[in-house]
């Protein structure tokens, strides 16, 4: 028998279980996580009105109830919590599948101001992470600030200008959906420091700002033929040409009667967030041009939006984990094929799959195959890690050692308190938004 340990309940760490399971019957894999839910970015950064994206629980819950897949929740590693080489002594291996938690900076003046926060955080906030903020992100917002052309800044974006008919379906927390509801967020600015033709976002996410109810949008024609792409996209990639054909359809004076206004900025690159009564009152940007080398140099020209609320969306990056080498310039702990590197030699035992592997890059398909690549590495090694005994069931001794998981059964216990406070709200599921809630319902299985 091969125990794993597969750190990381997200679509890395079930895939990472699940072509583990496939490959080979005698594998028993247990799959941690420092919070009591599963399903990583699916449950905590699919946007809530995503519920295709986020049906894909579905198939990470067939993999976390496979016969020789256990789910521990609750378990942290590192500190505070296990340490990585402990794990190491109860399994024969232990893939690390912990993604890229941080989020990158600006390294602006006035970055830290009240009312700056990054989009990771505001995600968090409406996603009912247990370790959000909840510090009146909305509170007095007339006009929004979305540094970032990505998808999650069209996310957030879509988040702001939604109204309360069409999120109230979604299994967003109460709080968050109240406070949306009673916001006033007139303008929001989404600005990105290229052009149109190197924005990244895709373009179903981009066509979805255009059906939001009694909501504008509008992109400076003039701004935006700076990048000459814009003008003749006809030589661009089909996914960028098919980005720049609805942002031109966008282009000039937005509808009449709009309650809110979503405009497109392009060539503006943040230079300081500029503080109005002990708070964010502007974002100051310097106007860029194309460098003809695919990037933007500084023409000296700024510009003032004004904006109570900023939310930077420009990139995620990895952390170190105690116990792990990591590389700070990649945000990556090192690897080769998925087998982890202590000062360039393979260390035996340990691996890595997802975002801490390879970078923030790729949509949430990627992970299979570099999860199949690190598993394909770790089975070829198998036969010399098996040849170490293990002290039992790693359950027992975590437990022993004063570790008590949430198993499945209290995971579905939360779900069950889940649906019963969104019965209560007249809503479907609604999320438990804090630690003390998901443990409390998750003890309930035990009741």
């Not at 789910?71 to 690390?96: D, I, K, M, S």
């Not at 938690?101 to 926060?117: F, K, N």
Request: hydrophobic share 40%; net charge positive.
């Amino acid at each position: 028998m091969l125990r794993v340990a597969v750190v990381g309940s997200g679509p890395s760490g079930c895939y990472t279980a699940q072509s583990l399971v496939q490959q080979d019957a005698r594998v028993r894999v247990d799959v941690l996580d420092r919070l009591p839910c599963p399903y990583g970015l699916v449950r905590y950064g699919v946007a809530p009105d995503h519920e295709k994206i986020k049906s894909l629980q579905n198939t990470l819950r067939a993999i976390l109830e496979h016969e020789r897949v256990r789910f521990l929740g609750g378990v942290p590693v590192g500190p505070g919590g296990v340490p990585a080489g402990r794990l190491r002594e109860l399994y024969h291996a232990v893939v690390y599948c912990v993604g890229a938690a941080a989020d990158r900076r600006l390294g602006i003046p006035g970055e830290e101001l009240p009312g700056s926060w990054s989009a990771t955080e505001f995600v968090s906030w409406y996603s009912a992470h247990p370790d959000a903020a909840d510090d009146g992100f909305l509170r007095g917002v007339r006009s929004a600030v979305v540094i970032g052309v990505g998808n999650v800044a069209v996310d957030v974006t879509r988040i702001l200008a939604r109204g309360t008919t069409e999120l109230s379906p979604t299994d967003m927390p109460h709080a968050a959906l109240t406070a949306l509801a009673a916001g006033r967020v007139e303008r929001i600015h989404m600005v990105g420091r290229r052009g149109p033709s190197q924005a990244r976002f895709t373009t179903k996410e981009l066509r979805e700002l255009g059906t939001l109810p009694e909501t504008g949008l509008t992109v400076d024609p003039a701004e935006a033929a700076r990048d000459p792409a814009y003008t003749d996209p006809s030589a661009l990639p089909a996914p960028q040409r098919r980005n720049v054909e609805v942002l031109r359809g966008w282009a000039g004076a937005p509808a009449p009667g709009a309650r809110r206004l979503i405009r497109l900025r392009f060539f503006l690159r943040p230079a300081e967030l500029v503080a109005r009564e002990g708070r964010v009152g502007a974002a100051r940007f310097e106007r860029t041009a194309p460098d003809g080398h695919g990037g933007v140099t500084g023409t000296g020209r700024f510009e003032d939006i004004e904006a109570q609320l900023v939310l930077r969306s420009v990139g995620y990056r990895g952390v170190p984990l105690e116990g792990l080498p990591f590389d700070p310039a990649r945000g990556t702990v090192p690897h080769l094929a998925g087998r982890v590197l202590r000062e360039g030699a393979v260390a035996p035992g340990e691996y890595v799959a997802g975002w801490i592997k390879r970078g923030p890059t790729g949509v949430i398909g990627a992970n299979r195959p570099c999860a199949k690549e690190t598993v394909a590495s770790l089975l070829r090694d198998a036969p010399f890690l098996t040849d170490r005994d293990l002290p039992g069931d790693p359950l027992a001794a975590l437990r022993a050692e004063g570790v008590e998981p949430v198993a499945w059964t209290g995971w579905q216990a939360i779900e069950r308190a889940e649906a019963r406070l969104g019965a209560s709200l007249g809503r479907s599921i609604v999320k438990l938004p804090d630690w003390e809630s998901l443990l409390s319902a998750a003890r309930g299985a035990d009741e």
